[in-house]
Structures are given as C-alpha cells and as structure tokens.
T-cell receptor, first 116, second 115 residues
C-alpha cells in the first residue's frame, strides 16, 4: 500500500458524459501527478500540482482539467468523454516535486475508466 | 523531447534463472534520473530501482540490478534468481532533474516466469 488513495476504482460511463476522479496523496506530500495508461498511448503524464498550484502540464486534452484543493487532495475532471478516453488513470504523489528534488513518486491503485 | 524505448515487448524466464530487460532513452540533459517500475496484474505501479545519472556505480536492490551506460544512453534491468512473483509488466522511466518531476515511460516489457 503506497498511501495514495484513488476513488472510484472503476467507472463506467457513456460518450459525451463528464466524470471526476479523486486522489488523496500520502500524508505530508505536497505534489500530485496524474498519469494516463491506455493501450494506444501507453503511460503518459497529464498534469502536476504542487501545494494547490499547477506546476507542469503534459499531454492533457483541453476537455480534461484538474485541481488541487487546500487539503491537498486532487481531482481530475474529464468531460465530453470519447471512447478513446477509456484508460487507467493513475495519481501519484511526492513530498516536494520541484525541479532538482530527488523525491520518489508513490502511485495510487488507479481508476479504471470505461467509456461505452 | 525525451523518449524512452523498450524494444522487448515480452520476455520469458525460467524460475531461478536470470533475465535482462533493455531500455534506451534519448536526452540532451546531463543530469537526470532513471527508474524501473513493476506493474503486476493488480495494476499497482511499484518502484523497483532508481539510478541517478551522475552516479557511475550501478544501482542494486536485492535481486534487481541495473547496467547503466550513460554514453550509450542505455539502462538495462537484470532480475536474478527469478521468482513467480516477478511476473509483471516492467516499465523504464526517465525524469529530468532540471525541470520538474514528470516521468517519461517506455512502452513496457512483459515478463513471464515459468515454474
């Protein structure tokens, strides 16, 4: 158990819908990362938040957005869902997550999203 | 942009034997980190081993060791005395030191362990 929790574990929805994935980082970790694992794209970085602020952005679609709240939990919002959005979405957290810092990222168990 | 390539989609090893997984990467940076992650059927991502680019000594964690060839941009993982529990997907990952902490992953290698 990494200490990172993600809810829900599984999500099945229809095209065009909107969903919210939730992540609670390890106690004391200020940085949260979101990754997408799909058959087509493999594992890719979406976005990083550090202490409530967006820190880095990867291949995140405009239909997707995220935020980190004052209690440091994060939510990933996916809207206008398409079949290709079906994937495993991971959240990871680290203590600091700033450039140059040698902080391991601890991964949550992931949320499996299926878009029908 | 940095890229990570794992050329072996699948590797099979007999229990108690040794298997080596290949990974190459492309970067113009001189200081960075390299990782191997294990993803068992449970889908959990588990850090196996980490290497810092400025350290010449290859990292070792119990039965797992790496061969880091910086000039060749190669980072292979050796699993010794393979166990049934080693069966999983293994991902090589790269992280720049100078600009944030995003991980760039390779496509993965599936390891099958035969009893």
């Amino acid at each position: 158990d990494s200490g990172v929790t993600q809810t829900p574990k599984h999500l099945i929805t229809a095209t065009g819908q909107r969903v919210t994935l939730r992540c609670s980082p390890r106690s004391g970790d200020l940085s949260v990362y979101w990754y997408q694992q799909s058959l087509d794209q493999g594992l890719q970085f979406l976005i990083q938040y550090y202490n409530g602020e967006e820190r880095a952005k990867g291949n995140i679609l405009e239909r997707f957005s995220a935020q980190q709240f004052p209690d440091l939990h994060s939510e990933l919002n996916l809207s206008s869902l398409e079949l290709g959005d079906s994937a495993l979405y991971f959240c990871a957290s680290s203590v600091v997550g700033l450039a140059g810092s040698n902080n391991e990222q601890f991964f949550g168990p992931g949320t499996r999203l299926t878009v029908l | 942009a940095q890229t990570v390539t794992q050329s072996q989609p699948e590797m099979s090893v007999q229990e108690a034997e040794t298997v080596t997984l290949s990974c190459t990467y492309d970067t113009s940076e001189s200081d960075y980190y390299l990782f191997w992650y294990k993803q068992p059927p449970s889908r959990q991502m588990i850090l196996v081993i980490r290497q810092e680019a400025y350290k010449q000594q290859n990292a070792t964690e119990n039965r797992f060791s790496v061969n880091f060839q910086k000039a060749a941009k190669s980072f292979s993982l050796k699993i010794s005395d393979s166990q049934l529990g080693d069966a999983a997907m293994y991902f090589c990952a790269y992280r720049r030191k100078a600009a944030g902490n995003k991980l760039t992953f390779g496509g993965g290698t599936r390891v099958l362990v035969k009893p």
